[in-house]
């Protein structure tokens, strides 16, 4: 069966092909009495349910797949992340004897709504307040950040996307952890541009951006992208760096949104010390 399955797959487009050309025929010899209206809408019903298998067909085949996926970046956040925990050692300190206590969860959603073209993206997730999201929680990418929640309902949330002219994320230099602002400049969806890293910092083409981990927001070393090329800005004594996403915005679907467990605690001893 999956044999005949992939067969269809493979030929889908001659077969309805000559599909349609059979249909044709048999409409052009036949003493069929019908109008032309119900003919075209007979044809158009077949089609229609040509292209629903098809789809159909496909969603089979890949489901398989996407869920693996997903089972895979699961396992890599839960359970290899050290990004994701901190080390929580008692005062008769035994290495063997280390506890772990996390810092962040991570909670899987669908991205169902998502724009890239305009100067201020938003994106819409598949679970809201009655699973736990808030405001102001991020939301990641397996290879990237996707924005930050601004919005909730019972059952949706909107994100804002890093593909917006109003966000801004800290980063870094993943080799040197050099430290500055990544901001989109409205352009390309694949690049954004990673702004303050002084003049004297060594970089190379290449070299990887990551989350720095001085916000509430997300964890450290969270991919972003690569260095792609560079400028100074002789005014600020700065590098213009223009980062290559990591993450193609125009094809993204699974998705995570981080609940940093001591946000609280962090927000209110800032308070104090400031």
Not at 28 to 47: A, P, Q, R
Not at 49 to 55: D, E, L, R, S, W
Not at 72 to 100: A, G, M, Q
């Amino acid at each position: 069966m999956r044999d005949l399955f992939c067969f269809i797959l493979k030929w889908r487009f001659l077969i309805l092909f000559f599909l349609l050309e059979s249909i044709s025929i048999f409409f052009s010899f036949s003493n069929f009495n019908s109008d032309s209206k119900l003919i075209c809408n007979g044809s158009n019903f077949i089609v229609g349910n040509i292209y629903k298998t098809i789809y159909e067909l496909q969603n089979y085949f890949f489901l398989k797949k996407e869920n693996e996926n997903l089972l895979n970046e699961n396992s890599r956040l839960h359970n290899e992340s050290v990004f994701s925990k901190i080390i929580k050692t008692p005062d008769n300190f035994i290495k063997r004897n280390i506890e772990y206590l996390q810092e962040y969860t991570f909670t899987p959603v669908k991205i169902i709504g998502n724009s890239i073209h305009k100067q201020e993206n938003y994106m819409i997730i598949n679970k809201g307040s009655l699973d736990g999201i808030k405001a102001d929680m991020g939301l990641i990418l397996s290879n990237g950040i996707a924005g930050i929640i601004i919005k909730t309902t019972p059952h949706f949330s909107t994100a804002i996307s890093l593909l917006n002219l109003r966000v801004k994320i800290n980063a870094r230099i993943k080799k040197n952890k050099n430290f500055g602002t990544i901001i989109w400049n409205g352009i390309s969806y694949r690049y954004v541009i990673l702004h303050d890293i002084p003049k004297y910092c060594n970089i190379n083409i290449g070299d990887i951006i990551e989350t720095d981990g001085k916000s509430e927001t997300f964890p450290e070393g969270i991919p972003i992208g690569i260095i792609k090329s560079y400028k100074l800005d002789n005014e600020h004594a700065s590098f213009i760096i223009k980062v290559r996403l990591f993450s193609d915005f125009s094809n993204i679907g699974n998705a995570y949104v981080v609940t940093n467990i001591f946000k609280k605690e962090f927000v209110d001893i800032n308070k104090v010390e400031n």
